[in-house]
């Protein structure tokens, strides 16, 4: 079965600084992978998702992510934090063929710090 | 386009009280549906999915259950309430046509409080 997990269910940067966060993935069949963020009391909204193609996927609001086969990684990056990414960051992916279920991760909650 | 509606935004229910939890899609056909339950700090947990009308999968026994009584609703029910039932509920759907790609579309959420 599909796992995915994220490194640190905490993270803080300073305004202007580099965001990265962490995703791994289990499966040996390279799933679609997507980055969710979730401001408070309000649902998931997809940031960026890679399926197949260009493993370097551009998003909105700034931010990309890398889909890197050999390391089973999916990590998100936005080179310049800004005080409006403080916000709670999924990683999910695909659980495999015949399966409509997106395995999510533990979540990532960014803080920015001005 | 697509819109998804979850109501009642906020809930405050006394334990033991039923429940009832609705959201419904606009601008699609025959979606995959989900409910979800996020709890403090603890994640996404997918509670119940369903492929069609009447056709609900279960993830996680537990005191709710969930109906699909047209194409693009799905209720969220409980007879009797826990304390531990409190949480924020999301609802997602997914497109079955062919150009799958898994992804979900999530609803803005109940937040649920059991006192």
Redesign the interface.
Known sequence: AQSVTQLG?HVSVSEGALVLLRCNYSSSVPP?L?W?VQYP??????LL?Y?TGATLVKGINGFEAEFKKSETSFHLTKPSAHMSDAAEY?C?A?SGAGS???T????TKLSVIP | SQTIHQWPATLVQPVGSPLSLECTVEGTSNPNLYWYRQAAGRGLQLLFYSVGIGQISSEVPQNLSASRPQDRQFILSSKKLLLSDSGFYLCAWTSRGQLINYEQYFGPGTRLTVT
């Open positions: 269910s679609y997507f969710y009391n309000q649902g998931l909204q997809l998702k399926t999924f999910a695909s409509y279920q997106l999510f991760g533990k979540g």
